[in-house]
């Protein structure tokens, strides 16, 4: 599909890395999910999620997430107008149709949570009043690993927004040279333009709605999540939200693919990234053990047999 070849191309033209992240990245896109890139510092998280921003032609933001970070500081205020006599409610941050909140697991829990509606519900209730938010919204978050000095953990249901949760790893040889010799982050970033309008961006959201997906996969999708309900080494398995966050997770990589029907590789290649950091391990109780909990979903995938 020439659209979104485009929109890759543009995006590759910047984040010269893991092409398999940028096309997750698409698929969370036109899934109309979130999604949480994860890694350690300086691998192009932020460049990724900027490039993807300004690639389309929407409103974007971008929110550095601070331990001093408030819930009002993303959402926004009410505030009192002396000259009318009325409060005014002042929107945040979050009212753009693309938000990168950059190392969102830096800031507290307390304004982690403020994400919460907004990212399920895409509005916000301040002060009794519910505001919509604009359409289509995404929020691109980026974190560094628990382990790094100063971060917190993200609670389950606060990952479980998340359509998918993906690793870049450091770029092949030939890709560093490229970022060495170009500075994409200090030059291209800078001049990149739009390929794509937010009425494409519906367009192709509304193809996601119409691929048709088998009986035969909808029965591998729900075996796939028993099988993780009944994993001995899993505390708390896949949801029926997981469930439903894979197969859309499948429609939207067949429109990705230019088809307009789901085949078996649609759900193996969004099994792990979709539900890996859906699912606890008992050795480790929090969803933040990603070694872990990969290991056992990819033992799972294996077990399961495909309808191919």
């Known amino acids: 599909m020439q659209a979104l070849d485009r929109l890759r191309e543009?995006?590759?033209?910047?984040?010269?890395?893991?092409?398999?992240?940028?096309d997750r990245v698409i698929v969370c896109l036109l899934a109309?999910?979130?999604?949480?890139?994860?890694?350690?510092?300086?691998?192009?998280?932020?460049v990724l999620a900027n490039a993807l921003a300004r690639s389309i032609q929407c409103t974007f933001t971008r929110v550095q997430c601070t331990p001093d970070l408030l819930p009002s500081d993303i959402l926004g205020v009410t505030m009192y107008d002396q000259h009318a006599g009325t409060f005014e409610f002042?929107?945040?941050?979050?009212?753009?149709?693309?938000?990168?909140?950059?190392?969102?697991?830096?800031?507290?829990?307390?304004?982690?949570?403020?994400?919460?509606?907004?990212?399920s519900e895409t509005k916000v209730s301040i002060d009794g009043r519910s505001h919509d938010l604009p359409q289509p919204f995404m929020v691109v978050a980026t974190q560094n690993p628990y382990e790094f000095e100063g971060t917190y953990f993200l609670p389950e249901n606060q990952?479980?927004?998340?359509?998918?949760?993906?690793?870049?790893?450091?770029?092949?040889?030939?890709?560093?040279?490229?970022?060495?010799?170009?500075?994409?982050a200090q030059t291209t970033l800078q001049s990149i333009r739009p390929v794509m309008s937010s009425d494409d961006v519906f367009g192709l959201q509304r193809q996601v709605d119409q691929v048709r997906?088998?009986?035969?996969?909808?029965?591998?999708?729900?075996?796939?999540?028993a099988a993780t309900r009944e994993?001995?080494?899993?505390?708390?398995?896949?949801?029926?939200?997981?469930?439903?966050?894979?197969?859309e997770a499948a429609r939207a990589t067949a429109v990705l693919h230019d088809r307009d029907y789901c085949v078996p590789e649609d759900i193996v290649s969004n099994f792990l990234p979709v539900c890996a950091?859906?699912?606890?391990?008992?050795?480790?109780?929090?969803?933040?053990?990603?070694a872990t909990t990969r290991r056992i979903i990819q033992q799972v995938l294996e077990t399961v047999p495909s309808p191919a």
């Open 10 to 22: 543009n995006i590759t033209s910047v984040y010269m890395g893991n092409t398999a992240a940028v």
């Open 32 to 46: 109309r999910g979130h999604v949480l890139i994860e890694d350690v510092p300086g691998v192009g998280k932020t």
């Open 90 to 119: 002042k929107p945040g941050p979050i009212f753009h149709n693309i938000i990168v909140a950059d190392e969102i697991n830096r800031t507290t829990p307390r304004t982690q949570s403020a994400l919460l509606e907004a990212m």
């Open 159 to 184: 990952l479980d927004r998340f359509l998918m949760r993906i690793n870049l790893g450091y770029p092949a040889p030939d890709d560093e040279s490229r970022i060495i010799h170009h500075r994409p």
């Open 213 to 225: 997906i088998d009986d035969a996969l909808v029965d591998y999708i729900i075996a796939l999540a």
């Open 231 to 247: 994993n001995d080494d899993l505390q708390v398995g896949i949801s029926t939200r997981g469930a439903l966050a894979l197969s």
């Open 277 to 290: 950091h859906r699912v606890i391990s008992k050795t480790y109780m929090h969803a933040g053990d990603t």
